[in-house]
């Protein structure tokens, strides 16, 4: 079965440290996609990456970067030089590459339950 | 930004009565999906759709049901709403299955039941 653990609940930093949220997914199939999310106190959910499970390399966007090790069942998201703007809940989600007209899941997201990060000045 | 309207996004609503949520999208993409979102787990799967008059449940569907007559509407209606439906709703579209493309989510709304 599918799952995905994001084991901090929160996280508390001062602006200008790093900090890395980590995401471990449990999955049985070879083609998957991974996905970081973002929702800000405003609530809305913010598409931040998608990954592939072919595609094992990091990737960098600004300040945030992400690793992802299918060794270790792991895509951790890590953002560097915290402002306050980035306090949020993240959330990383995981889907399996059925497509509808095969049946099964379709693909939908499986989400874990999200790591609150405070950003303090 | 994502063409998604969730309507309304805030209802208070009496234990017992029928609660319909509307997503509307002005993207023309073919799967829809209906989440909600409590503390401590994250979004759960309700229900999905796949295409006009094609839905499925998800994880959480025990007491909701859901319609698509248009590919641009997809709602959710509660038959007889409980206080354990008290959540935040979010809707979500994707282009494909959200293996191929990401999803993109509406703002939510936000529904208590008392």
């Known amino acids: 079965a599918q799952k995905v653990t994001q084991a901090q609940t929160e996280i508390s930093v001062v602006e200008k440290e790093d900090v890395t949220l980590d995401c471990v997914y449990e999955t049985r199939d070879t083609t998957y996609y991974l996905f970081w999310y973002k929702q800000p106190p405003s609530g809305e959910l913010v598409f931040l990456i998608r990954?592939?499970?072919?595609?094992?390399q990091n990737e960098i966007s600004g300040r945030y970067s992400w690793n992802f090790q299918k060794s270790t069942s792991s895509f951790n998201f890590t953002i560097t030089a915290s402002q306050v703007v980035d306090s949020a809940v993240y959330f990383c989600a995981l889907s399996e590459g059925k497509f509808a007209y095969y049946g099964g899941s379709q693909g939908n997201l499986i989400f874990g339950k999200g790591t609150k990060l405070s950003v303090k000045p | 930004d994502a063409g998604i309207t969730q309507s309304p996004r805030h209802k208070v609503t009496e234990t017992g009565t029928p609660v319909t949520l509307r997503c509307h999208q002005t993207?023309?993409?073919?799967?829809m999906y209906w989440y909600r979102q409590d503390p401590g787990h994250g979004l759960r799967l309700i229900h999905y759709s796949y295409g006009v008059k094609d839905t499925d449940k998800g994880e959480v569907s025990d007491g909701y049901s859901v319609s698509r007559s248009k590919t641009e509407d997809f709602l959710l209606t509660l038959e007889s709403a409980t206080s354990s439906q008290t959540s935040v709703y979010f809707c979500?579209?994707?282009?494909?299955?959200?293996?191929?493309?990401?999803?993109?989510f509406g703002q939510g709304t936000r529904l208590t039941v008392v």
């Open positions: 993207e023309n993409h073919r799967y």
């Open positions: 990954r592939n499970s072919f595609d094992e």
């Open positions: 979500a579209i994707s282009e494909s299955t959200t293996g191929n493309t990401e999803a993109f």
